[in-house]
């Protein structure tokens, strides 16, 4: 078997990479493991509206569970904050001011679907074990479905396989996550809440979530994902998340595991006839956990990259540098900046939080002024210190 380009992984990542590679004219195999695209679900669902620019794409009803544009914020005392009420929200653009909760079991197949009509060839239930090389270069996959092993040759491979990704270890990059730097997170999908269907809900707090947050983000009147993610915790993610869960009297539907990198992205991602995209590459932004609207841009990125790389005979690292060099203009300053936010958000105590929450809670949104948030430092030192550091 030969192919122009494989993929290996049909979410987000690999769906998107090979849709705009297609589009471009190669000829394009997308390899994933799971018999079906899109489950188990490893996701809270929220996306902003730009990522749907970023693929030229309105969102459809098809997959969008519920438009979002309010959001609160919890303190660890239970003092709480409506975002919306800070900001001037009429004179916010509606690609930072909307966002959507999607159903990714529905989007993820989506997306696929539009690959595969783009002229994409989909192997579900297909395990890529190994990297074939010619001279060094990467210009195929083995891969094993149904207890049957083969080998399938490429001019380049792009690797969207999460967070673990073997695949990106086994072409020479170090994919080693610091147990530190990876947020574990448990979540439902709850039924019979009484919510409004429009906000979504964060929660700080070491009892709740430390190293982390909580969220619900509505899926509608009485569904929600409820999730949380921690990290140097002493115990278990899902331990948190029955103990949040109890007091809101619904009941589960799903539960969902996984891990995210909130390292920032790898040093490199691409390597003679091989890229590296999503979770695999970790772009995602540290500070929330969002990999849905870094991945996108990326993965398009890739595909655009791939197709151009195959059309010119030249997938050498060196023409492969582009995608890294692409991505990174558009999406480097602001993983950087949230490394850095993440960094100090970390070392706020909860009685900061508290603080913080209450400033903004009690002062009138219209009379906050950078002279008062400058009064309101002047009496947390440490915090005050800390946004010098961001500074
Ligand atoms: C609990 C949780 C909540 C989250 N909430 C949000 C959120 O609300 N918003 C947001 O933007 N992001 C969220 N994220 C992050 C987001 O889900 C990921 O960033 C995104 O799914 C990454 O997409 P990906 O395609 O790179 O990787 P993945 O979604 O991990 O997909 C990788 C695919 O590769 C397949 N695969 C792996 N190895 C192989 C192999 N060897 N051969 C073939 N196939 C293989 C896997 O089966 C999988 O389908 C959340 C993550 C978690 C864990």
Redo the contacts with the bound molecule.
């Keep these: 078997m030969k192919y122009d380009l494989v993929v ?7 769906s998107i990479s090979s849709l705009f590679a297609s589009q471009n004219d190669v000829d394009v195999l997308m ?4 018999q079906e695209i899109g489950v188990p679900v ?6 902003p509206h730009y990522a749907f620019e970023a693929l030229d794409m309105e969102p459809s009803k098809k997959y969008v569970c519920t438009e979002v544009g309010k959001a609160t914020v919890h303190a660890p005392n239970g003092k709480s904050v409506n975002a919306e009420e800070l900001v001037d929200v009429e004179t916010l653009d509606k690609s930072i001011s909307t966002g959507y909760i999607l159903d990714r079991k529905v989007f993820d197949k989506h997306l696929a679907i539009e690959s595969a009509r783009a002229g994409t060839d989909i192997m579900v239930k ?3 074990k190994d990297l074939i090389r010619k001279d060094g270069k990467i210009c195929g996959v083995v891969a094993k479905h149904l207890g049957k092993t083969m080998e399938i040759k490429a001019d380049m491979v792009i690797a ?4 673990e990704s ?2 990106a270890k086994i072409a020479g990059f170090n994919t080693n996550n610091n147990p530190t730097e990876i947020c574990s ?1 448990a ?1 439902y999908e709850l039924v019979g809440l009484n919510i409004d269907p429009d906000r979504v809900h964060l929660y700080f707090g070491r009892e709740i979530a430390p190293g982390g947050y909580s969220w619900i ?1 509505p899926k509608g009147k009485d569904i929600a994902n409820v ?1 949380l ?1 921690i990290r140097g915790a002493p115990e278990t993610a899902y331990h948190y998340l029955k103990k949040f869960t109890s007091k809101l009297n619904a009941t589960p539907v799903e539960l ?1 595991l ?3 990198p909130l390292s920032g992205p790898i040093d490199k991602t691409y390597t003679d006839g091989l890229l590296v ?4 590459a970790r772009q ?1 932004d540290p500070v929330t ?5 870094t ?1 996108a841009p990326c993965a398009r990125i890739a595909g655009e990259v791939a197709a151009e790389a195959i059309k010119e005979e030249d997938t050498s690292a060196n023409f492969l540098k582009k995608y890294d060099d692409m991505w990174r203009d558009k999406l480097g300053d602001l993983l950087k900046t949230s490394i850095k936010i993440r960094k100090v958000a970390d070392k706020i105590t909860d009685d900061e939080m508290n603080a913080l929450v209450e400033f903004l809670e009690v002062t009138d949104p219209e009379k906050i002024s950078k002279l008062s948030f400058i009064k309101f430092l002047a009496k947390h030192p440490r915090l005050l210190r800390l946004v010098k550091d961001l500074l």
Aim: proline share 0%; net charge negative; hydrophobic share 35%.
């Design positions: 290996v992984g049909g979410r987000i990542g690999g390899i994933e493991k799971r490893q996701c809270a669902e929220g996306v297909t395990t890529v969207a396989d999460g967070i073997n695949i997170c979540q983000f999730g993610g969902n996984g891990g995210v995209v999503g979770d695999a995602v956990g969002g990999g849905i609207f991945t």
